[in-house]
């Protein structure tokens, strides 16, 4: 019996530096969006998903990560993926 070992953890990415002429334009301290990464055991970065709102919350991320992970998979997650529904969801699965 094989198990998937991975971790999960969604990070606000920090305000930009306006050091380049694209980005001239943008307010000053604007965070740079929300993003998810999906790290199998290894090391080695399996998913990573965007969303351009910084305030996402990681529930925003658990479809992905429910069409992404297989059976039997071990995952290790923080705090803002705490939810009963998203539990129910993974025992279900």
């Known amino acids: 019996m094989v198990f998937w070992r991975c971790l999960v ?3 606000t990415l920090e305000a930009l530096f306006r050091k380049l002429k694209s980005l001239e ?7 740079g969006g929300r993003i998810c990464t999906v790290v199998e055991e290894t090391g080695f970065p399996v998913e990573t ?6 305030y996402t919350h990681e529930s925003n991320f ?7 992970i297989p059976a039997k998979t071990l995952l290790i997650l923080d705090r803002g993926f705490w939810n009963f529904r998203f539990f129910e969801e ?4």
Do not use: R
């Open 9 to 11: 953890d969604a990070s």
């Open 25 to 31: 334009t943008v307010p000053l301290g604007q965070l």
């Open 49 to 54: 998903w965007f969303k351009s709102n910084p």
């Open 62 to 68: 658990v479809p992905n990560l429910l069409e992404l």
């Open 90 to 93: 993974l025992n279900l699965g």
